[in-house]
T-cell receptor, first 111, second 112 residues
Framework: KQEVTQIPAALSVPEGENLVLNCSFTDSAIYNLQWFRQDPGKGLTSLLLIQSSQREQTSGRLNASLDKSSGRSTLYIAASQPGDSATYLC??????????FGAGTTVTVRA | GAVVSQHPSRVICKSGTSVKIECRSLDFQATTMFWYRQFPKQSLMLMATSNEGSKATYEQGVEKDKFLINHASLTLSTLTVTSAHPEDSSFYIC????????FGPGTRLTVL
């Protein structure tokens, strides 16, 4: 069974600083890996999806990398803004198409 | 991206009652729908996977007689929490999938 871990559990940075969020997974036979944003009491917004054959994906200030051999993915958020404050979840999709989620990293960007 | 809705967004009920949560894919047909539960500061845990017209597949430890799932059409799935107890209080999120998986906004269930 895929186990997904996210470190740190919480992160607080001043506005403008770059954010680095880490995700590790146990099963390298991953179909794809996805990063989501979740605001308090809300559902999930998909940010980036990296297929198993890809090394990274970029969207605006967001960049996510995937290293299957080491079982790691990293989400970089450049020049953070207070509006980036949220919980960020990573999820690995197995070949049975099920998503396994990490517990998330709660980010606070201080103005 | 595609839109998935859930209704209600929030429900408070008395212990012992049953609660139904609806999940709809608004602009696409979902061959598969997933139901997740999320406790505070924890990750989403998959409860069950349902395909239209067939019985849901429940994850280990999830009681199928307590959490009734009906996937009657390609755009609607319902989760009924039967005889709810305070420990069932949680955030329930559905997800609908065609080629990609899209998530609903969640339903906050509080059982008194």
């Amino acid at each position: 069974k895929q186990e997904v871990t996210q470190i740190p559990a919480a992160l607080s940075v001043p506005e403008g600083e770059n954010l680095v969020l880490n995700c590790s997974f146990t099963d390298s036979a991953i179909y794809n890996l996805q990063w989501f944003r979740q605001d308090p009491g809300k559902g999930l917004t998909s940010l980036l999806l990296i297929q198993s054959s890809q090394r990274e994906q970029t969207s605006g200030r967001l960049n996510a990398s995937l290293d299957k051999s080491s079982g790691r993915s990293t989400l970089y958020i450049a020049a953070s803004q207070p509006g980036d404050s949220a919980t960020y979840l990573c999820a690995g999709r197995s070949n049975d198409y099920k998503l396994s989620f990490g517990a998330g990293t709660t980010v606070t960007v201080r103005a | 991206g595609a839109v998935v809705s859930q209704h209600p967004s929030r429900v408070i009920c008395k212990s012992g009652t049953s609660v139904k949560i609806e999940c709809r894919s608004l602009d696409f047909q979902a061959t598969t729908m997933f139901w997740y539960r999320q406790f505070p500061k924890q990750s989403l845990m998959l409860m069950a996977t349902s395909n239209e017209g067939s019985k849901a597949t429940y994850e280990q430890g999830v009681e199928k007689d307590k959490f009734l799932i009906n996937h009657a059409s390609l755009t609607l799935s319902t989760l009924t929490v039967t005889s709810a107890h305070p420990e069932d209080s949680s955030f329930y999120i559905c997800s609908a999938s065609s080629h990609e998986q899209f998530f609903g906004p969640g339903t906050r269930l509080t059982v008194l």
